[in-house]
């Protein structure tokens, strides 16, 4: 069996829970390695609708063990929120969830900071944050000052949170922002450190076990490739490295160790929140797949931006995670359009781009080079198989591997755990 990564290879929002829910039969360990509750993983079963923002989405899957790596930053109230919810839905936890004892945690002043500079920021400063402390915590990781789940089991825990409240206070006073009450924040911190207390253990050692144990681990990205912090739209991107090469650093599996690159794509591209979209939509087109494809945040609500396929940023995110092969998600939302287009590269100031630039003002600048294929204009929700699909539709799910170099070995026509089936030349279960 096969160690995996699953990566969004856009901007996030490509189906990545959906795909994860799909393989987790082929493993035994399914693991969160960065970002936090600004991510929303979706997942229908049957009549019932799962959005899971920290747990793994392998927490679904009855004998599959989750692991929430060091690299995730984590609130604790909306984690122990998400226990409580899938545990009402009749799926255990205990003995199947384990909680890294270095992730670092989201406090009160992490959220504020997070949202009174957001609120400060003029509007081309706006980065479009959820606001909900991940970069602050981050920050804190970073500059050596954070707290960690592990902090959670020492004695003098409502020590340590009161002195990061009074200092995070003067930030908090100078930024004109409300000042949390130490004594409300201890209380509330300590009770949370008594819920996850079991949950919370050594996950590096842990995994790396079960790896020489031979069971296999699939290491679940939140995001996409184009909001890395590294090789995304910087400064239009999360604060943590959702690429592939974050799945070893956040979590302690070394790289020999992984076998496999799935990169989840959609038929056409999205966005959430502020920064570059070459191939954006701002038209009854756009609007038509957002309806289509139900464009609106899991975590935020927020809809989302739609324009067409972009394979400069396919192309892109296939180099530097090192793509096997392509999930394609959302095949079906393209049912009804006459003419698809592809936008192939980008031109900005008569220079032609193959790949994506790094500068964020020539992103800005550039004008997608599209091409046209014909729809297929006929439902494809209902096809269980490759071959099935109507000519057009295998066309250009054809002419998308020659664009972007990378064969797709999963296809996806639809949000249930059943409208979901592989190219058997390209996709070879692990199991």
Request: aromatic share 8%; with cysteine; glycine share 10%.
């Amino acid at each position: 069996m096969a160690n995996t990564i699953l990566i969004g290879s856009q901007w996030g929002d490509e189906g990545k829970g959906k795909i994860i829910d799909v393989i987790t039969t082929e493993h035994k360990w399914v693991v969160r390695y960065q970002g936090g509750n600004n991510a929303g993983h979706t997942v229908e079963i049957g009549e019932e609708r799962h959005v899971l923002h920290l747990l793994p989405s392998g927490i679904l899957r009855e004998g599959c063990s989750c692991v929430i790596g060091n690299g995730v930053v984590i609130d604790p109230a909306a984690l122990k929120q998400e226990i409580d919810e899938v545990e009402s839905r009749g799926y255990a936890t205990a003995g199947r969830l384990f909680v890294s004892d270095r992730a670092h945690v989201i406090m009160p002043y992490h959220r504020l900071i997070d949202e009174y500079r957001e609120g400060r920021a003029t509007a081309k400063e706006k980065i479009g944050t959820t606001k909900r402390g991940i970069g602050p915590s981050y920050a804190d990781k970073a500059a050596r000052v954070g707290l960690r789940m592990g902090d959670m089991l020492l004695p003098d825990f409502a020590e340590r949170v009161r002195r990061k409240v009074e200092e995070n206070n003067v930030i908090l006073e100078a930024l004109g922002a409300p000042l949390p009450v130490a004594d409300e924040v201890v209380a509330e911190y300590t009770a949370l450190a008594k819920s996850l207390t079991p949950y919370i253990q050594d996950t590096v050692t842990l995994l790396n076990q079960a790896d020489r144990r031979g069971e296999s681990i699939l290491f679940e990205g939140a995001q996409g490739a184009m909001l890395d912090i590294d090789f995304g739209t910087y400064p239009y991107v999360t604060s943590s490295n959702a690429t592939a090469g974050g799945a070893c650093t956040g979590s302690g599996i070394p790289p020999h160790r992984i076998e496999r690159v799935i990169g989840v794509i959609k038929g056409y591209t999205t966005r959430v929140g502020e920064g570059p979209f070459p191939t954006e939509l701002n038209d009854d087109t756009g609007e038509a797949l957002r309806r289509a494809g139900n464009e609106f945040g899991a975590t935020t609500g927020r809809p989302r931006r739609c324009g067409w396929f972009d394979a400069v940023v396919a192309r892109y995110s296939a180099m530097i995670n090192g793509i096997d092969f392509w999930a394609l998600t959302k095949m079906d939302v393209l049912d009804q359009q006459p003419v698809i287009r592809v936008c192939v590269a980008y031109e900005y100031e008569g220079q032609r781009y193959e790949q994506v630039p790094g500068l964020i003002s020539v992103l800005e600048g550039c004008r997608p080079v599209y091409e046209e294929l014909p729809g297929w204009n006929c439902r494809t929700s209902d096809i269980t198989r490759f071959d099935d699909l109507p000519d057009r539709a295998r066309a250009y799910i054809a002419r998308l591997e020659e664009l972007t170099g990378v064969s797709v070995g999963i296809v996806s026509v639809g949000p249930q755990r059943d409208r979901t089936f592989v190219v058997e030349s390209v996709y070879q279960p692990s199991v």
